[in-house]
């Protein structure tokens, strides 16, 4: 297949890598020009528990040239998904199909404008990555990527990918509810990502918490409401095994939460397409959620204080 990958940091590089190794024409889209020149200039290189590789991926800036893909999928955070949709927008043709694996809510939305829903597909992935530099990522742990249909889409849309990507290395399967998949990820993501971000611990520190189970009941608990509100099922209990299954170190136990990642690059986080978006959504339908309020104004004093954050006592109050 021809694919292009629209947002090509951490996890866009390591399916772009490994779609790339099985033998599809992969190209890598980002803005981030010292990233594309480092990819191209060295190859894209990839740590793992076996050790590193370098793949020659071809890498390109923003927009995309006018060459329809037979695939795009988006993997850019949820504040870019308009500005990236926009400068990828030359790559979907008549017939591309184009698939969302991005944390949050909202990203369905904008992307809809781009192609039809027929075409568009959607999902969640539990493999764990970090961006190390330009050109360069960490793959940490195992998990999978489950996507599905949206729409009316020809049923074997979502077979097809599935072994594509499967075929590559990247463990996937259909979802019998698409929304419902992507509603457990955010749910995951507003408890597990924020939390992690707000302590600046990483995945398997939580489990040391002995509060964590009420604490991630109670926030699980207004993101159910306001799915419910929306149509969709969140299984709470079925969140929180998943939950506790990462503090594993062989899982993501290790890993750093993408929040906590953004917050020490100084990037944008996704909070308000995560808690933020499930605040403003309860309170469209009358509900409160003052949890998941109170975590989004939080991790926005952490975006606009982190430089100054104090990580050592000063010598004179020892």
Request: glycine share 10%; charged share 15%.
């Amino acid at each position: 297949m021809k694919i292009t990958i629209a947002g090509s940091g951490a996890m866009g590089c390591r399916f772009g890598g490994a779609l790339f190794s099985a033998g599809h024409q992969v190209v890598l889209l980002d803005g981030w020009r010292e990233h594309v020149d480092a990819i191209n200039a060295s190859g894209l290189r990839i740590d793992d528990v076996d050790g590193s590789q370098v793949m020659r991926v071809p890498a390109r800036p923003f927009p995309a040239p006018a060459e329809p893909a037979d695939l795009v999928i988006v993997f850019t955070k949820a504040t870019a998904t308009a500005a990236v949709a926009a400068a990828a927008a030359a790559a979907i043709g008549s017939s591309t199909l184009v698939l969302t694996l991005q944390n949050g809510l909202g990203n369905i939305e904008v992307l809809r404008s781009y192609v039809p829903e027929t075409r568009l597909l959607a999902g969640t992935t539990t493999l764990g990555t970090e961006l190390l530099g330009p050109g360069h990522i960490r793959a940490l742990g195992s998990g999978e990527t489950v996507l599905g249909a949206l729409g009316p889409a020809s049923s074997e849309y979502p077979e097809r990918l599935v072994l594509t990507l499967s075929a590559a290395g990247l463990p996937a399967r259909v979802a019998d509810d698409t929304l419902g998949v992507i509603w457990a990820k955010v749910a995951f993501n507003c408890v597990m990502n924020t939390l992690c971000a707000i302590a600046s611990i990483p995945v398997s520190a939580l489990g040391r918490y002995d509060g964590f189970d009420e604490l991630a009941s109670s926030i699980l608990a207004e993101v159910a409401a306001v799915a419910r509100a929306e149509g969709v099922y969140v299984d709470k209990a079925a969140a929180l095994r998943l939950m506790k299954a990462q503090f594993d170190p062989s899982a993501s136990g290790s890993h750093l939460a993408s929040t906590l990642q953004d917050l020490m690059n100084g990037r944008r986080t996704e909070i308000a397409h995560l808690n933020g978006a499930i605040a403003a959504r309860a309170a469209e339908h009358g509900l409160d959620a003052p949890l998941n309020a109170l975590i989004t104004r939080l991790i926005q004093l952490l975006e606009a204080t982190w430089p100054e954050r104090v990580n050592r006592l000063h010598p004179d109050t020892q």
